[in-house]
Every structure is written in C-alpha cells, then in structure tokens.
C-alpha cells in the first residue's frame, strides 16, 4: 500500500467536504496555564468534535469523498478507538456500512461508541500486524474501502482542517503543538500551518514509551523496532511513512514526556481548564511545561485531540 | 440596602465596560445530551469564564463603573466564593483592594484563588447574618463599595451580558435555562433575554434543599425560613428582593432539583460535554432531564454557570 501526501488545496477541499457535519471548535484559554507554562497557550479544543477526537475530520472526508458504488460497499478500518468511533460516525451519517476492526486493551468508552453508532466491531490481537491483516481481510470480504487511521491522504487532509480553523481564530501565533502517534494529526497540520503560514514552528509530543517517532527523525529512517509501553492508548500507532515524511519535510521537533508528566497535565487541564481529556491529549502540556525554555514568552496553538475516558458512569 | 432593577440598555452598558477585560465564553454541543434530552441544547460556557464562573461579568461590571475616588477605596463583598473570587480578579485588574468575606464550609480551591489573585480574606461564620454583618462593618472601617454578590444592579447587569452573547451565538432559541440562587445570574438573564427577544421562555433550575425561590414564586411574597440543605455550594443564598422581583415580573419558571440528580448531570457533562463543572451547574441538566416533556422538541440555552470543584491536585 502506498500512499502520497495531500497538499493545501486538498486540506481546503476536504474542510468543504466536511463543513456541514463536522464542529468548528473552540479554542479556550486559561490565565493558570498560561502562567504555569510562561507562554501564551490557545488550545483548540478537538476534544469536543464530533465523536469526542479530531478524528472525525479525516474519517468524514474520506467518507464523503467516495463516489457511490465505492460508497455503497462500506468502509473498514483497524483503529485503537478514536479513528474508529469518528469512522462509525461518519459512515452512519452517510448510511452506509462500517467495520471497525478494535484490538483488545482499547477504552471501552470507545467501543460502546462504536456498536452505538451502528457500526460492526471486529476484535483482534494488539499488535500492528493482527490489526491490519484483520483489516485486510474483511476489505477483501466485503469490497470495503480501508481507510488507513493516518497515512490515509484523506485522512490527513481531513485532520489538517483544524489548523485552517485554528490559524482563523487565532492571530500571530508563533507556534504549534500537537500529540503524535501514526502521525495523521501530526501530518496535516504542518501541510496546512506551512502552507499558509511558513514561518511557524512546529512541534509534536510524544509518549516515551512509544518514541518512535522522535528516534525516526533522530536517525533519518524509519524504526519499526519499538514496542509500545505507554497509557496513552491514542499514541501506540507507529508514526506512518508518509506521516514521517511530512514530520521530515515541515522541520516537526517532537518532544517526549513521561506518562506520569502526562498525568500530572491531565490534572491540570481539569483543574485550570475544566476540560476532560485523554491522557493522550495532556501529552502536550507535559511537553509544554517540560520544554518551558523552548516556548517562553511565545503564541502556541495547542491541540487537545480527544476527551474519550472511562469514567464512572 | 434598597436596589432598583437594570434595564436592557444598563445590560448593554456593561457588556461594553466589560468587553476588554471578560472572555467571550464558547456554546458548546453534544449529540449525546441532545438524545438523551430529546432536546437540542446549547450551553454557554461561563465555567469557561475568567475566574471559572459567570460571576466575573458582574463583579468586573461593578468595579469598572466606580469612580476615580470610589475605586482608590476599593471594594469589598461576602461570597461563598466564586463572586468573591470574580471580585478579587476584577479589583486587581484595576489595581485595587479587595475585601472578601467568605463564611466557613467553602470550596477549598475558591479560596486560594481569592487570596492567589491578591484579595484580603475574612472568615465568618456560614450564615447570611454573619456574612452581611461582616461586609457592613469592613465596609465602615475602609470605605469599601459594598458589591452585593446577587442584588446589586450593576451586578445584575453584569450577569445579564451572558445572554446577549448566547443570543448572538445561536439563533432561534425557544427557551433558556440558568440555575438561581441568589438571582443574580436569573434576573440579569430574565432582563436581558426579554429585551431582546420577549417570546423567549425563561426557567431556572434551584436545588430542593434550597428551593427559596421556588416557594416564594409559588406564596407570591419573598420566603425567608428556609436554611438550605444542598451540595450546591453556590446556590445556597436565599433569593434577593429584586432578583425575586425580576423572576416574577419575567415569568421565570423553578424547576427544582435533588442533589442526586444533579450528581448523575454531572458525571454526563463529565463524559459527554468533556466538562468539569460545579454541582451547581449541573443543576441544569438534572432540571432537563427531570422536565423532559417541558423541553422536548425544542431549542434551549443552558448556562453552565461554573468550574471550580476541588480537583486532586
């Protein structure tokens, strides 16, 4: 499977795509954080999209893009949730079919979603192999269209949305910082950030334990070797070929937190922010309160990317 | 004390003495709710407010239309926080004293707020008496503007800037929902929203251990007898003659609600509105859920009236 980049006509073109059914979401400030991190921080707030995750940008663009013989055979992918929940979402509000292949260990907050929205859950092993090899073989079954939860370009495309609507709502900022994990967020917003704006800085925090990306950068190619140990359940995905190739080409500097900074973020984004988050999304106040020096004094666009947590019900 | 009532133009009046210093607060939505509710709702989000709660709006109002010689006197109130707290910020952001009377029993976090944003902190003991004897004689020794937290017009206008805003933002309401307990934040919306848009139904949701207004709405005189029972812990103040006034005069509707009820609001706006509010805020949802047939089919605005809960730290 190979897969291209979009460009910033194709991030426009999919926010066309997806403007009548996907939010345009806040972007929400605190004078606490701010003051915590030394920086002024504008968080876009994707937590509260449609489907609780950014991910319902790309699963919808993909989705309305099929023509409709295409669209009529359903959609398929292999996801630890939010891809999946936002796919479920966006097939049912066209009216046609969705598989959505979840391994085990996913949020059970996110699979309850899933079977909502009337799609049919697939389960299998953790790992990157069983997902998309289970993927693989209900697309050839049903005639399904795979659509890849990050190296998609209409998934990407889709995801690069935000930072169109972010950079609308949001003069001069100097910055932008999102959670990476298969890199589709991570992808998108650099190709629309520079192409409307060239001279931001861009950055992407990452769980520790699944360093994949910053050591894929570090060493100039792709490692495949690291085995995910981290509570961000969001950030397992290794970063995708296309997604480091953008990452590579837009100058991303990713910087790795600690679950237990990422806890203590999470907390704070409660407290200071009122908001409830992934621990996947408080990856970037972790980054932004461990890199204090890097962003001191600055504009930072903020993505908080998902807000789908168990809780007690 | 006697206090008139201010009018629409008064609620314009503060939203441009306001406009530099207060965040236009977002409306936020969820499918879930909506379903649940079997209503759409709109929720403005003044737990998103400076100061986590609506009562900034009130407080910066009444601080920023003091004069020169009043304001060097600074102010002083009681407040089961969150007014105290709004107080203490609006004073600081004109450089002056504070002087918050704050009766035993409330919220951990508001307090360190109080004394965080530079306030002078008095403790009394939680009864109205004691609270309003306590301000009245700080008021005497320092010359402080007493800043009534619910009955002050200025205050009342204040409060009432929400609604401008919130009609704004979503067109063709048919209903909007506040909580009340002093009426503050009821009588600046009943003002505002009528005048603007007089078909608007107007509801307030008050918490059945202290369900003053309730009562007095349903005698037709202010009822005094009632020492409130509830975790609300920012609805426990017995309705303000004018407030009470506004309500009748606007046909406000009480819906009144068991702090039960308003637990299971809560852990829904946790889990599918992403936000963390007070037990007081939800008292609006719980109202929703309880007056389902009252909603159903319609467009309603909810005021999500404040965030600050004690948080693990």
């Known amino acids: 499977m190979s897969f291209d980049l ?51 940008r790309g699963a919808c663009n993909a989705v309305q893009a099929l023509d409709a013989q295409q669209a009529a055979r359903g959609v398929v992918t292999h996801s630890s949730g939010n891809h999946g929940l936002a796919l479920a979402l966006a097939a049912a509000l066209r009216g046609i079919p969705a598989h959505i292949v979840v391994p085990e260990g996913a949020v059970r907050t996110k699979l309850e979603a899933i079977v909502q929205a009337g799609a049919v859950l697939h389960r299998c092993a953790p790992t990157q192999a069983a997902r998309e090899a289970t993927a693989a073989a209900i697309a050839a079954q049903t005639g399904a269209t795979l659509v890849h939860p990050y190296a998609d370009p209409r998934v990407i495309a889709g995801q690069g949305t935000l930072a169109l609507e972010l950079l609308a709502q949001t003069r001069g900022l100097d910055a932008l910082l999102v959670p990476v994990g298969g890199g589709g967020l991570a992808a998108g917003v650099a190709i629309a950030a520079h192409g409307l704006e060239p001279r931001l800085e861009l950055f992407a925090a990452e769980p520790a334990g699944a360093d994949d990306a910053a050591r894929s950068l570090a060493c100039g190619r792709r490692v495949e070797d690291v085995v995910p140990d981290t509570r961000c359940d969001g950030l397992r995905a290794l970063i995708g070929r296309p997604n480091l190739a953008a990452l590579r080409a837009h100058r991303v500097r990713v910087i790795t937190v600690e679950d237990a900074a990422s806890d203590a973020a999470q907390r704070l984004i409660a407290r200071h922010l009122k908001q409830v988050v992934e621990l996947s999304s408080a990856t970037v106040l972790a980054a932004l309160l461990a890199a204090r020096d890097t962003f001191a004094g600055r504009r930072i666009g903020v993505v908080l990317s998902g807000g789908n947590v168990d809780l007690p019900a």
């Open 6 to 56: 979009p460009t910033l006509d194709d991030v426009r073109d999919a926010a066309a795509r997806i403007a009548p059914h996907a939010r345009v979401t806040p972007v929400l400030r605190s004078d606490a954080l701010d003051a915590l991190a030394g920086a002024e921080l504008f968080f876009k707030a994707e937590h509260l999209q449609r489907g609780g995750a950014f991910k319902f």
